[in-house]
């Protein structure tokens, strides 16, 4: 049984809008997620999804108020320019804690929760899909976060790995109660183990319990829903989001 949600709220959004020029993608949109929560965020291509993360970790510029309470770690979205950067996968999980003097007995432990014990010193770029995710999620976990955001962390990777993943954010959120926000095409595992359902497209269109909520009742907000999860089935991503460093990420109280 999921553990009950704090009544703390960890991530505060209010009258949130983003322009791209006169392009309004994000319209006034507000939420509260609580401590512990494990959100699951959906919604058609070009909905806004990235975006709405981006200003959350106040990557780019918006209208509105985002408010972080607590330490955030950030799996961007997949590009083939982070896959081919010649770095090791120490190198790119230790980012975070580079600054401590021990900061490969805390890599290497982090590496053994994510299932990539022994690969240190891979180059990243020759990791499989699902082992780069897992190397990401290592990276946004190593610096101790409270708040997890990830952009479509299971793209590119096959059923077995989305669900080794997905057990992988499962345990972070029962366990060490780590609050997840996290954009997700597949709409059948955001059902299966996230708590809260955000569906997006320039507005939020709702937002509340999974066991309230139902794929049908998705259906009847988006109209397009159907050629929505059809397109998704062979969704390649074409985006390229750069690799913020976080470690100055300004804390909000
Ligand atoms: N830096 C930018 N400059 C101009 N337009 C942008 C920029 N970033 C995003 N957009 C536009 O904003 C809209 C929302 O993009 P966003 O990447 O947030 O969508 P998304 O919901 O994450 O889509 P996907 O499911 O494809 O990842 C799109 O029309 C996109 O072209
Ligand atoms: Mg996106």
Redesign the pocket.
Known sequence: MASSLNDEPVVIVKNLSVK??E?E??KDINFKVYKKDFVGII????????????SILGM?PYEGEVILKGKVGYVP?LSSFNREFPISVYDFVRLPVRKEKNWKAIVDEVLTKVGLEGFGKRLVGTLSGGQYQRASLARAIVGKPDIVIL??PESGVDEMGKARFYDLLYELNEDLGITILM?S?DIGMVFEKCKTVMC?NKTLHCHGPTREISPEDIKKLFGEFDIWIRAHSH?E???AHENPDLSNLKENK
Do not use: C
Request: charged share 20%; net charge negative.
């Open positions: 791209f020029g392009i993608v994000l919604g058609p291509n070009g909905a806004g999804k990235s975006t709405l993360i981006r780019i979205q952009d479509e954009v095409h997006l969704y991503v074409e985006h």
